[in-house]
């Protein structure tokens, strides 16, 4: 991955981390996209030093305010004329439902919204790569996720699975139509499931709750580098240079609910997502 430019949102800790490491020791040069400066800083000396390369750097962003991301987007693109791969790895889980500085509820606003707003400003840049990529973490989740037009931000019946599977399903429409979109171009899009990841997602970092489960549960979990793999391989194996609008889980091909394959379900969603994020149609 010489001469490569990555962002990977989320790289703070987890699998955002992980996935950074191994494409810089693919020689990427890799931009983490971190909302906290703190542990932003900590997280690259740590990659710096995991992965023994000099090419990552540290970029602020709350994908959580659409205004930083697109203070980002300008950030970026006053530095960089093309983006090869662009990683969305970051989530967030709320066992209570919360929401975003722009009203979102935070799992739909964070893990899809953002997202979706970051793709869009920066698709300039990676259309200009020759061959550029946009990996969506997504989960098993999604078999559970449905999106109700009348409900959008769950102010009515809100649950922990009910909004994360939400967010999760929003994931794959977005990449199935976002593949439509770019057909005929040299951009991929692809989604996945990682697996059961021991990551610090649905801990709260202010309270600490969540921790107790997390470590009785961890025996059973992936690692985050083993979590990472697939993404790592989406952004940077040669066999899949020409799939896209698939949703993989080990490295393979995987079925979606015949939900998430729904065309006109994720035009529609499509559509609500532009005018959330304040985007023009098309």
């Not at 400066?37 to 602020?60: N, T």
């Not at 606003?109 to 020759?130: D, K, M, Q």
């Amino acid at each position: 991955m010489r001469n490569q430019t990555v962002i990977v949102t989320g790289a703070n800790s987890g699998m955002g981390l992980a996935t950074t490491v191994e494409l810089a020791r693919k020689g990427a040069h890799v931009i983490m996209l971190c909302r906290s400066r703190q542990r932003g800083e900590l997280a690259l000396a740590e990659a710096l030093r995991q992965s023994g390369s000099e090419l990552i750097e540290l970029m602020l962003c709350d994908l959580g305010e659409l205004a930083s991301i697109r203070a980002f987007a300008d950030a970026f693109l006053a530095k960089h004329r093309v983006l090869d791969v662009l990683v969305n790895n970051a989530g967030v889980v709320t066992v209570k439902r919360q929401t975003t500085s722009d009203g979102f509820e935070a799992m739909t606003g964070v893990n899809h919204l953002g997202h979706f707003l970051l793709t869009r400003l920066l698709l300039e840049a990676i259309l200009r790569a020759p061959q550029g990529r946009i990996v969506n973490v997504s989960s098993g989740a999604h078999k559970i996720g449905r999106f109700d037009f009348d409900n959008t931000y769950l102010t009515r019946g809100f649950s922990v699975w009910r909004g994360y599977a939400q967010s999760k399903i929003a994931n794959i429409w977005f990449t199935r139509e976002l593949a439509k979109r770019l057909a005929g171009t040299a951009v991929t899009v692809n989604a996945l499931h990682p697996g059961a990841v021991g990551t610090n997602i649905g801990v709260d970092r202010d309270t600490g709750f969540g921790k107790a489960v997390h470590r009785l549960l961890r025996p059973f979990f992936l690692t985050p580098a083993q979590g990472a793999e697939t993404a790592i391989y989406l952004a940077s194996s040669p066999d899949v240079r020409t799939v896209s609008g698939e949703y993989f889980y080990k490295k393979k091909i995987a079925p979606v609910s015949d939900r998430a394959k729904d065309d006109e379900w994720a035009a529609r969603f499509w559509a609500w997502s532009e005018r959330e994020v304040g985007l023009d149609g098309g």
